[in-house]
């Protein structure tokens, strides 16, 4: 088992930047992939941004060059970097790890909401 919590969420004004932190607990070995996924009112959940324990990176494109995704070299902790934010950016931002292999079962922070708005 693994838990996730996150921190870093609040509002932002577009342009503005905010940096999300989300700390693993538990079997933090047996994790192969972190990330960050998102969701906005109406819309299905989508991923952000994935890095395996061997550090490869999974962007999606409406965000390169915007965020970036880091991990420290514990594996406990991941990073989500956001600049130049949008208003369409806003959402409730979940963290996401997949353990024992990149197929293995995913478990879920209890997100923090993103908000862009002037």
């Known amino acids: 088992q693994v838990q996730l919590v996150e921190s870093g969420g609040g509002l932002v004004q577009p342009g503005g930047s905010l940096n999300l932190s989300c700390v693993a607990s538990?079997?933090?070995?047996?994790?192969?992939?972190m990330g960050w996924y998102r969701q906005a009112p109406g819309k299905q959940r989508e991923m952000v941004a994935t890095i395996t324990s061997g550090g490869e990176e999974n962007i999606v494109d409406s965000v390169k060059g915007r965020f970036s995704i880091s991990k420290d070299s514990g594996d406990n902790t991941v990073y989500l970097q956001m600049k130049s934010l949008q208003p369409e950016d806003t959402a409730v931002y979940y963290c996401n790890a997949v353990i024992f292999s990149v197929l293995g079962p995913n478990y879920w922070g209890q997100g923090t909401q993103v908000t862009v708005s002037s």
């Open positions: 538990g079997s933090i070995s047996s994790i192969r992939v």
